[in-house]
Each structure stands twice: as structure tokens, then as C-alpha cells.
């Protein structure tokens, strides 16, 4: 079936830190890949997104690309900032007649000043 | 260009209690998901329309949610009797093939059954 995985939070880090959130994806077909993310109190708002293999998304300095061969879409920031702080949803879309989105479980990624 | 909007915001009820949610996608957006997000876990899930057809509604459980989107617009979840474990937010999210299939979604409504 159709599935994504991705690492367990919470993650707390120091600002100007480097940030990893592991993603990788159970799919039939070709997917297209995305990282939503939610903060307090809001909706999901979608952050980047890549629609075929060896695309990188990117958005806010926060990237990831899509890897086939490690079925991964691991999300990527250099440098990171308090106001980074929010739960980090992975998810693949599926298209036939019409789109369909899975997501992961979500990410809690605390910063400290 | 306007969003996803959806009303109420926050709703608190009793169990076996009713409750109903609207949502308002973006113009000219076909498909209209609802999403149910339980607190620490990934959205799920409940019914997914194509204009006014169900597309898939596999993960709703029928015996006690409903959902209409009678004009192929906005849309109506319902729910009756609510149990404790339906606290959750309610997110509406649209989408159409003219915004590349990527899926908008509301801010949602936040709902406590005590």
C-alpha cells in the first residue's frame, strides 16, 4: 500500500542549527512529494514540494529532494530560527482522476533561542 | 485569491451530541477533501469529493458521520451522535488540476466532546 514514515519528534534544537527530518514513502506509481507544516493553533500550510525524482523543493531555506533509489525526501534547513518552531508533515499525492495526499505522522520541532 | 474557509472554528459539545462543520473551498477547486487530525497524529482521511460525487469516503465511519456537497461547492460534515474519541480538528482542503493538484487546507475546526 501507500505509506510514509517519517522520525519521530520531538526534535529540539539550538538556534542557527542545522536540521534534518527523515522522510521516506511506500508507494505504487510515480508520487509527487510534500512537506506541509503546521504552527499553534493554525492549519496545514504547504512548505515545498517536488513532483518527479532528482526534484528539489525549496522554500523559507528549508529544502528537500526527491530520491527514488532511497524512496526518501528527507527535509533539510541550515540554519534554523525560533520562529521555526511548528510540527513538519511529510506526504505523497497520488493523482488518477483526481488527488488524493497522504501524510506521516508529523514532526515536533521545538528551537531554543 | 481567497482560501479555504471554514466555520465553526472551535465547537465543544457533549457526547451523543450533534455537530456539523461547513466548508467553503477555492473557487474553481473540484475536489474537496475532509481531513480529521486527532491531536499528536497525521491528518486522515474521512471523504474526498469530485465536484458533488464521493470520490472515496472508505475511512469515514458512516454509522455516525455524514458529508454532502450538494452544489459541487461548499460542503457540509456532520456528526451524530459524537463520541469522546471525535475530538479532533476538522481541516478542509481543496484542490484542482488547474493549481497543479496541489491541496490547499483550511485552518480547520477545533472539536471537544466531553
Known amino acids: 500500500g501507500n505509506s510514509v514514515t517519517q522520525m519521530e519528534g520531538p526534535v529540539t534544537l539550538s538556534e542557527e542549527a542545522f536540521l534534518t527530518i527523515n522522510c521516506t514513502y511506500t508507494?505504487?506509481?510515480?508520487?509527487?512529494l510534500f512537506w506541509y507544516v503546521q504552527y499553534p493553533g493554525e492549519g496545514l500550510q504547504l512548505l515545498l514540494k517536488a513532483t518527479k525524482a532528482d526534484d528539489k523543493g525549496s522554500n523559507k531555506g528549508f529544502e528537500a529532494t526527491y530520491r527514488k533509489e532511497t524512496t526518501s525526501f528527507h527535509l533539510e534547513k541550515g540554519s534554523v530560527q525560533v520562529s521555526d518552531s511548528a510540527v513538519y508533515f511529510c506526504a505523497l499525492g497520488l493523482y488518477s482522476s483526481a488527488s488524493k495526499i497522504i501524510f506521516g505522522s508529523g514532526t515536533r520541532l521545538s528551537i531554543r533561542p | 485569491e481567497a482560501g479555504v474557509a471554514q466555520s465553526p472554528r472551535y465547537k465543544i459539545i457533549e457526547k451523543r451530541q450533534s455537530v456539523a462543520f461547513w466548508c467553503n473551498p477555492i473557487?474553481?477547486?473540484?475536489?474537496l477533501y475532509w481531513y480529521q487530525q486527532i491531536l499528536g497524529q497525521g491528518p486522515k482521511l474521512l471523504i474526498q469529493?469530485?465536484?458533488?460525487?464521493?470520490?472515496?469516503d472508505s475511512q469515514l465511519p458512516k454509522d455516525r458521520f455524514s458529508a454532502e456537497r450538494l452544489k459541487g461547492v461548499d460542503s457540509t460534515l456532520k456528526i451524530q451522535p459524537a463520541k469522546l474519541e471525535d475530538s479532533a480538528v476538522y481541516l478542509c482542503a481543496s484542490s484542482s488540476t488547474k493549481s497543479g493538484n496541489t491541496i490547499y487546507f483550511g485552518e480547520g475546526s477545533w472539536l471537544t466532546v466531553v
Open positions: 508507494a505504487t506509481g510515480y508520487p509527487s
Open positions: 473557487s474553481g477547486h473540484a475536489t
Open positions: 469529493f469530485q465536484n458533488n460525487g464521493v470520490v472515496d
